[in-house]
């Protein structure tokens, strides 16, 4: 009986202390942001730096003042990466706390779950890192902005990498191994389809479909080894990456075929998990770099990040720190949050200097798509300890303008028709 | 049944019906009405679901593949033939489970135990794989977006409902069955097989019965989820989502017919409550179930009946 007394009591008490109200959001005039990033699982890095991004964007942004009077606050929910609990968690954002914005979201199926809330309630959804280009294309609606690149981008400068350097060192064959998954098929898709578009000519020599989350590569491996590609294209994000270049560098694969990852390798969370294993000369990039471009501007959010948080930030914290620049601006331009259909008109086009923007360039909001237009750069590993614990960075860069990376006007209704 | 365990059910229906039916009255935003069909549709798959497990004896660990198929069958219809095809993709759904459940059926009822378990998750992660790689007709992990209800049930007030409405019939259906001759043959073959066997029963037949209509209420649950959220996902087919509902009915008590409600409602409830205030929710939720498992062997609702039994008895005691 006292056992069963102790645990009814343990009970109570938790129930207690959950039905405590949430923090209350009673001060007047505050732009109310609901996040929804992952927190827990393999995407949890990712999560980690954009709610840590975004709250130094809002800490910035509320020490000058706020905008028009209005004071920026985040609540994030972990989204468990999970599309039906994300949808319920956005839905009690918008009809229940009255956000005035849906924000984040790392994986594409949460983003385009999340994205048919915003279009039924008309509400605002600030995408700050998924990759998918249905997005802004095919499944574009008008609510919805990203602030990121997504995969047709980074898989059009890639193509215009490899058009380049088809020029100084002839190559003829490729080959793609990415995750069998939808991120994975749609950056081979994606770039085959942008190599033909600039008329590159290659011939395809294989294709290879690990799991995502696959421990083992060495049947993929042997099969690249045989199949002698001079280009290997890679998919992976996160973890795969690692596990995959770790795995494949004692077959020396890296010094027969060129390494080229052009959405999602040049993460730095690639650079620190290796440290000196990371080979040199692979050619990677991202959606933010922490050495370039050699700007103030980057310079600073870096330091910055890395005083906060005692860590240098992957490229999903600086997507989720332009969407709170971006949300600023676009109050401070309507004057109040409350008015969507101004607001929407205030971020179509907006221009916003972000960190990864080079000296000259500023990036802006496509009115068309709602995706927001930036360089790429893509670099080479090269060793460089300046952002320990890596010991290699990407160096080397090739910029690609902005404007030539948007999909062209017609890919959307190929898109649709498919 | 007796009288009095009748009447003290038409009692729970109609408190049942009051309490769910009022919820779009004194709901303060759309988010309840949501929440309120979650857990509806959670509480019906796992008291479906209970049917096989704690009244059959039947551990199936591949029930997501019902509700996934449910979920899909509306999801791959309306998306290609338009949200009017709502209701008749709702019953193909249906339709397919009957077909499905019976042929795998057929598979998994002549193993028992932990091999019937194995391979019940096997299945399900089988229709997971098909979904997650086919990614030119199901959509892949982008999953389908947009499906929307047609007509009448396009109003979220409406479809609420309608909802409830089936699964307060589904419920009513399944007591039934559980309260039925047949399900004392059920019982008795999670007690001992061998023994209904010699009693002239067929325990094969009555367990193939009781999975194709317990994967049918999960498929009914699948689809009318897919109207709640608009959008669905290959996760539904994922062992995750059987375990979810294994968790329920354990939570809410196994050997009780309503005690799976009572779980779906708690675990809706309780992820909501504590996923909105911390990201260490699933932590919160381990300690629950520890305390639930250590504390509350019998669930929710035994507990809750054995605490009544007592006091009642108590009261003769005294009195």
């Known amino acids: 009986m006292s056992r069963h007394k102790f645990f009814y009591v343990i009970a109570l008490a938790l129930i207690v202390a959950l039905s405590c109200p949430l923090s209350v959001f009673a001060q007047e005039k505050v732009i109310k942001i609901g996040a929804l990033y992952p927190m827990t699982g393999r995407a949890g890095l990712y999560g980690l730096d954009s709610v840590d991004a975004a709250e130094m964007a809002i800490e910035e942004i509320n020490s000058k003042g706020g905008v028009n009077g209005y004071k920026l606050e985040l609540t994030n929910t972990d989204s468990k990466a999970k599309p039906d609990y994300s949808v319920m968690v956005a839905k009690r954002y918008i009809t229940q706390d009255k956000m005035h914005f849906l924000f984040g979201v790392v994986s594409s199926a949460v983003g385009l779950a999340v994205t048919e809330v915003s279009k039924q309630y008309k509400k605002i959804f600030i995408g700050t890192d998924h990759a998918s280009t249905q997005l802004t294309t095919d499944k574009f609606q008008p609510y919805y902005f990203r602030v990121s690149n997504n995969t047709f981008q980074s898989m059009a400068a890639g193509a215009l990498y490899l058009k380049e350097l088809q020029q100084v060192k002839p190559w003829q064959t490729i080959a793609y191994i990415g995750p069998d998954y939808a991120y994975g098929h749609d950056q081979w898709e994606e770039l085959r389809y942008n190599l033909d578009r600039f008329g590159v000519k290659y011939k395809a020599v294989g294709e290879y479909w690990p799991k995502l989350f696959a421990p083992d590569y060495t049947p993929f491996i042997t099969s690249i080894i045989n199949d002698k590609p001079d280009i290997l294209v890679s998919g992976f994000w996160g973890g795969d990456t690692v596990a995959f270049i770790k795995q494949a560098q004692p077959y020396g694969l890296f010094k027969k075929t060129l390494y080229f990852h052009p959405d999602a390798g040049g993460n730095y969370e690639l650079m620190s998990a290796m440290g000196t294993e990371l080979p040199e000369g692979l050619v990677l990039s991202a959606r933010h770099h922490n050495n370039w471009p050699d700007t103030a501007l980057n310079k600073e959010y870096v330091e910055k990040f890395f005083k906060r948080t005692g860590r240098y930030p992957t490229y999903a914290a600086e997507g989720a720190y332009a969407g709170i620049y971006a949300i600023a601006e676009a109050v401070k331009k309507v004057g109040n949050p409350d008015d969507t259909e101004a607001l929407v008109k205030a971020l179509e086009g907006l221009k916003i200097q972000l960190p990864e923007d080079p000296e000259g360039f500023t990036s802006y909001i496509d009115p068309a798509t709602h995706q927001v237009v930036q360089v790429q750069a893509i670099g080479v590993t090269k060793p460089n300890d300046k952002y320990p614990p890596a010991k290699m960075m990407l160096g080397d860069w090739k910029i690609y303008k902005a404007e030539d990376l948007l999909p062209p006007k017609d890919y959307a209704d190929r898109q649709k028709k498919k | ?319």
């Open chain 2, 1 to 319: 049944m007796n009288q009095s365990s009748g009447a003290r059910e038409i009692i729970l229906l109609g408190l049942f019906l009051l309490v769910f039916g009022s919820v779009p009255f004194i709901k303060q935003s759309d988010y309840h009405l949501m929440l309120a069909n979650h857990v509806l549709i959670w509480g019906m798959f796992a008291v479906a679901f209970n049917m096989l497990f704690g009244v059959t004896g039947m551990l199936s660990f591949g029930q997501a593949l019902y509700y996934g198929l449910g979920a899909y069958s509306v999801g791959l219809v309306v998306k290609n033939y338009g949200s009017a095809m709502f209701l008749p993709a709702l019953g193909l759904g249906l339709v397919l489970t009957i077909v499905i459940s019976i042929l795998v059926g057929l598979l998994v009822i002549r193993l028992s135990g932990v091999y019937f378990t194995v391979l019940t998750l096997a299945f399900g992660q089988l229709a997971w794989q098909i979904t997650f790689r086919w990614y030119r007709f199901t959509g892949g992990d982008d999953g389908i977006q947009g499906i929307m209800p047609s007509g009448l049930l396009e109003n979220h007030t409406v479809y609420y409902y309608f909802t409830l409405a089936l699964v307060v019939v589904s419920i009513w259906f399944l007591w039934r069955v559980a309260n039925s001759p047949m399900g004392l043959v059920l019982r008795c073959i999670r007690q001992n097989p061998e023994r209904v066997r010699f009693l002239g029963r067929r325990v094969r037949r009555n367990q193939l019965r009781i999975y194709v209509i317990s994967s049918f209420f999960a498929a009914l649950a699948g689809g009318l989820m897919a109207g709640v959220t608009n959008s669905i996902h290959p996760d539904m087919f994922y062992w995750t989502s059987s375990g979810e509902v294994i968790l329920m009915a354990v939570l809410g008590g196994i050997g009780q017919f309503f005690g799976p409600f009572i779980g779906a409602t708690v675990i809706i409830v309780i992820q909501d409550v504590v996923g909105a205030r911390t990201e260490y929710w699933s932590l919160i939720i381990g300690i629950i179930m520890m305390i639930m498992v250590l504390g509350m062997p019998k669930g929710l609702v035994g507990e809750i009946r054995g605490l009544m039994a007592r006091y009642a008895a108590g009261k003769v005691n005294r009195g």
